[in-house]
Nanobody
């Protein structure tokens, strides 16, 4: 089992940047592909970005590609999401998730992820 705790959310203006972090504890972090999802009020949870176990493969939602960067540090048991050029439509609760089943690559479906953090709020004002 793995426990995930997100941090770094906040209120920013359009065009600003934020860096979210997710700290993992429990089982060996490098056993898990990691993902970031978000959920805006009244909307379903959606995929944002994912990174493979080794960090060699990354995948992004079309809406964030070129603006967001996912990274991980297996020595520090952390995964991060650097968010640049933020837009009001990026406003949501952001969740970190761990996928213990995918050996290579990444998954975009939330059902593939076994463990979830509690979420961190990101609000982008116009």
């Amino acid at each position: 089992q793995v426990q995930l705790v997100e941090s770094g959310g906040g209120l920013v203006q359009a065009g600003d940047s934020l860096r979210l972090a997710c700290a993992a504890s429990g089982r060996t972090f490098s056993f898990y592909a990691m993902g970031w999802f978000r959920q805006a009020p009244g909307k379903e949870r959606e995929f944002v970005a994912a990174i493979s176990r080794s960090g060699g493969l990354r995948n992004y939602a079309v809406s964030v590609k070129g603006r967001f960067t996912i990274s991980r540090d297996n020595a520090k048991n952390t995964v991060s999401l650097q968010m640049n050029s933020l837009k009001p439509e990026d406003t949501a609760v952001y969740y970190c998730a761990a996928d213990g089943s995918t050996d290579r690559g990444t998954q975009v479906q939330s059902v593939a992820y076994n463990y979830w953090g509690q979420g961190t709020q990101v609000t982008v004002s116009s």
